[in-house]
Each structure stands twice: as structure tokens, then as C-alpha cells.
């Protein structure tokens, strides 16, 4: 009996360490100056040879992933697959860690995981920049997903520039009950900057500074999202679970992304044990994950 191997690719969350929002475009979308960090909770995609697609998937919040090919990893294959012409019969596994709908880019891992994996399975060799392209279309936060480690996203966030890491940061998550809709928070984000001007975004040199340096108290010094306040109207319980972070000795806390998850950068792996510890006590979270930033993009595991 003969076994076809399949290809294991395993793909980072991200945090938003600045999330500058611009106004509303025509399009729908805003413009951003969006700093991603890679963070190490992660992913993992396996892809092998089926007689048709078909999505399965484990971990925790399995059961909230659609397994129809609205998936964004069973976009990913379709897109790469009509691109060569290519029938695109092959099982998906995702083996979920990353908590979804939490704002930390969960399903666009997804995404660029399986774009990635099928890629490799059909032998294409698809350079980097074809696969970014293809990212760019199944959403703006995977591009980022693909090339991990630190980048600014601008347009819409796809547009990315790798920065300079100089040091390892230190991070608690704490998970909410339940997710949040991106699109949801950018209406939110819209309904509360109506009639007034909203800047044109850039990136905070203070805080690029801080990745290059590896400098944890600037980072937390330099940390912000313009969707936190739109995140914390929708879910008001947010701010107390922000408070229990930082009262239990986190450097800084902001919400991840799009939220709910909440971030707090810890000054060392000590210290995230013990905030995790208090928030979890707090009863203001579901659970919380400890992780270390940068951690690499995409990578073809098995
Ligand atoms: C909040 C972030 O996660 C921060 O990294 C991203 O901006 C969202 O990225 P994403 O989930 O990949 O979002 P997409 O799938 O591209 O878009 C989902 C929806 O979010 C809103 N959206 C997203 C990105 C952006 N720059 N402006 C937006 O207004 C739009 O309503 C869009 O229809
Ligand atoms: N592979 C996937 N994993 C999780 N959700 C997916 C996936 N594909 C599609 N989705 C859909 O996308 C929605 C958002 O899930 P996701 O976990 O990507 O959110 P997120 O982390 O908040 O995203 P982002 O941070 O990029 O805004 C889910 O509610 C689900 O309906």
C-alpha cells in the first residue's frame, strides 16, 4: 500500500503593537499604519492529496471555524489552484491554537498556511511575491501571516515592510468569551470619529525604535491601537480585564488587533507567568497564553 505525505505548515498569530487608523476609503476599507509582531502561538496546517476538498479541524475553538469553503485556508487552495489550473483536491487539517475571532489574525494564518502547504504539495514553487499577491486578496492582515517577524502594513495593511527585531518581548493574552467582528469594530471606530477629521496614519518612530532596540519599557511606552476605544464600547468588560493586567504588574496592556484578546508586555518570562497567573484569578478572561515575539512567518514544518 502506497502513502502520499502530506506537507505541515505551521504559522504565527500576530499583535498589533500600533494600529493607526485613517478614515473610511471609498472601497469600504481604511488605511492604516499597522506594526504587526509575529508572536508564537501558532497554527499548525497539513494538506494531503484527497478525492476533494474538504476542511477538518481541532483545538479549543474548533467548533467555530467553518469548514466550507468560506475557510480561508480552502480559499487559499482554490485561489492557488485556479491560478494553475490545478484541481484542487486535497485535505485540509487545521490544528487550531490561535484563538478565533480574537483579533489576532487566526483565520488569515490559516490562510497563508494552506497557501503555502498546497504550494508545496503541487510542487509549484511559487516565489514569495506571487504568494503575497494572493495573500493580498483573501484579506489584509495575510500578507503578514506569510512573512511573520515584524512589518508595517500600510494601505490597507497588506502592503507590508519587514522591520528590525532587537530583542525578544515577553506577552500575555488573556481570551474573551466570545469573538468580535472586525467589520463590526471599524463601524464602531467610524460612528465615533463622524464630522470629525481623522489624520492620515503613519508609524510612531518612537516605537519603531523600540523593535529595533529590543527595548521592552519603551514598547510599552509607545504601544496603541485606534480600535481599542470602538472595541471597549462594544465590549465594555474589556477595560476591567485591561486594569486586572496592569495592576498585576504588566508593563502595558492594549487590546490585540480588532479585539477581544487583550495583550500585556511583560519585562520577562518570569513576570508574564505571574501577570497571566492574576488575570486568570481576576475572573475577568476565559484563559490566557503566554508568548514570546518575534516568531517566524509561515514555515513548511513536515
Ligand atoms: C484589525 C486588523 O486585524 C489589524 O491587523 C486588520 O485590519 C483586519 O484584517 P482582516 O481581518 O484580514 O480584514 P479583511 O478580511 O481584509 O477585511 C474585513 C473587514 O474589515 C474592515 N477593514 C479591514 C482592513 C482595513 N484596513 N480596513 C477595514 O475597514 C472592512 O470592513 C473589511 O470588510
Ligand atoms: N481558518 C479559519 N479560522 C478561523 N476563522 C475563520 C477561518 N476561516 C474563516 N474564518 C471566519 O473568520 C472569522 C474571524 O476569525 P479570525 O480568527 O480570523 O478572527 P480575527 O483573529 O479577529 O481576525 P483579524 O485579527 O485578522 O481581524 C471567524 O468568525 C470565522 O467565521
Redesign the pocket.
Known sequence: MSVTAGVRVRVP??VNVQLAVGAARPDGFHDLANVFLAVGLY?EITVTPADELR?T?TGP?AA???LDH??????AALALAERHGIDPRVHIH?A?D??????????????AGALLACDTLWSLGSSRDELLAICAEL????PFSLIGGAALGTGRGEQLTPLEVGGSFHWVFAVADG????PTVFREFDRRTEGTPVPAPSADPALLDALRTGDATALAGALSNDLQPAALTLRPSLADTLTAGTTAGALASLV????P?TAFLTKDPDAAEEVAQALLTSGTCRTTRVATSPARGATVVG
Do not use: F, H
Not at 70 to 75: H, M
Not at 179 to 182: A, C, F, H, P, V
Open positions: 498569530a500576530k497554527d476542511i479541524c475553538d467555530q471555524v467553518p468560506t475557510n480561508l485556508a480552502a480559499r487545521i487550531k490561535i484563538p478565533v475571532a480574537g483579533g489576532m489574525a487566526g483565520g488569515s494564518a490559516d490562510g484579506g489584509s492582515d495575510v469573538g468580535l467582528s472586525t490585540s488587533g480588532s479585539g484578546t
